[in-house]
């Protein structure tokens, strides 16, 4: 009897690529379109957040040419509670969270997965550009990047526990998006050429301070900006406004030339701006650690890492210092090291695991 797949299809051509290849294995499918938020969470007025009706229609649309059912969960509530609400406390509390590593891990592939299995479901595919593989000795689940990198999702699902890896497909990890598109243009999938979504679907607009606001109601105090020193350069319009690295928008001068954003102290409401020089860093701490191809790492262990979606990995040493948190140096500084972001680090092709940064460490 063959798996019963639940495919977690955004109308995208990703997700519906996806679908069709699997159909063309031979697999029973179902598709599914998560409802995780809408017009009035993302403070639109007449334009389409993601999730939208015409997302909904394009993965149903797809679903029907490729012959198999087609629902809507409606998770808005979970996604308010295990992505939105922790997204606002960390900037509340002076971090920059990655809230789509977090959606995959709570949502796609939590909620979603335990959905699944009550619905009989053995496994859920979606359109992500990874690769996995099992390894027979150790007997876990492997995560690699994708083939061709530039489209690699790696970065965002190096938190999936091994119980959430081996419930997944990744049909596309061997493909390019080009290859991706055409597969799609000669299924007759409609949605062929849409355009990528994207990242952060619940603000749209990148103005995380305006959605901040008006999602808690709250109403975020001036403070001083300081520099290195202690010294008051100005105010600030709410700590939520800002993240490490931030030049745009300061509205401040310096005579000692431009400035940026170095830490945010949300125990006294104050932003520290300095110049690029003192954004960089060698060494970090992390925490919620989540390690793929072993338990633990034994002893300190050469590997590369990203501190960012879009950056790429760089040599450092990382060292396991507790149960869940780790030590990372790199071997050459590195810019705006940013605390609720994630660290992710690599062996080759192999995710090891990530973290997400607590702790930017200056040098002695």
Known sequence: MSQKTAVAMSGGVDSSAAALLLRQEGRELAGVTLRLTDNALAGLNGESACCSLDDVEDARAAARRLGFPHYVFNFTACFCREVVDPFVRAYEAGETPNPCALCNQRVKFGALHQRARELGWDKVATGHYVRLDFDRGSGRWLLKKAAHTEKDQSYVLAQLSQEQLSRSLFPLGALSKEEVRTIAREAGLLNAHKRDSQD?????????????????????????????????????????????????????????????????????????????????????????????????LDGPVRLLAKIRYRMAEQPCTVEQTGEDSVRITFDQPQRAITPGQTAVFYDGDLVVGGAVITERIPAD
């Open 200 to 296: 952060i679907c619940f603000v749209p607009d990148g103005d995380y301070g305006a959605f901040i606001r008006r999602y808690t109601g709250k109403d975020y105090p001036s403070g001083p900006y300081l520099d290195e020193a202690g010294a008051v350069l100005g105010r600030h319009t709410g700590i939520i406004d800002y993240t490490v690295g931030q030049r745009r928008g300061l509205g401040v001068s310096s005579s000692r030339g431009r400035l940026y954003v170095k830490e945010l102290r949300p125990e006294d409401n104050a932003v520290v701006l300095s110049d690029n020089a003192a954004l960089f860093a060698r060494t970090l701490t992390a925490d919620r650690l989540n390690l793929i191809p072993c338990q633990r």
